[in-house]
């Protein structure tokens, strides 16, 4: 969540089609990470509708604190496997095949 946030995901309804998971659970999560602190939310000009989230500098600090320990556990990984450079770009590869199927997921739902 914070991640798809931090990336420019930065209205719920972005974030549930990004995470495809439904805007209950994504205002559900929204709301414990404003509890937490690591959550902002402000207005959105033009739309009193609309509220955008941001990152607090404690969100920040976590995603960054999350994503070190990731890459460190992948490596880790990596360097368990008889082939690292080729789990690292299959993992390259379903990332992109991943993104891909979002994009088509969403383009089906605003058919275009």
Do not use: F, Y
Request: hydrophobic share 45%.
């Amino acid at each position: 969540m914070l991640s798809a946030i931090a990336s420019g995901d930065e209205r719920a309804s972005r974030v549930a089609n990004r995470l495809a998971i439904g805007k209950p659970t994504v205002s559900a999560a929204v709301d414990a990470l404003v509890q937490r602190g690591l959550l902002v939310r402000s207005g959105v000009d033009g739309d009193q509708r609309v509220a955008a989230l941001h990152l607090t500098s404690e969100g920040a600090a976590l995603l960054s604190r999350v994503e070190a320990e990731m890459i460190r556990r992948i490596d880790d990984l990596c360097a368990r496997t008889p082939d690292g450079d080729q789990l690292m770009e299959s993992l390259v590869w379903l990332g992109s095949a991943i993104d891909d199927m979002q994009a088509q997921r969403a383009a089906e739902r605003h058919g275009s």
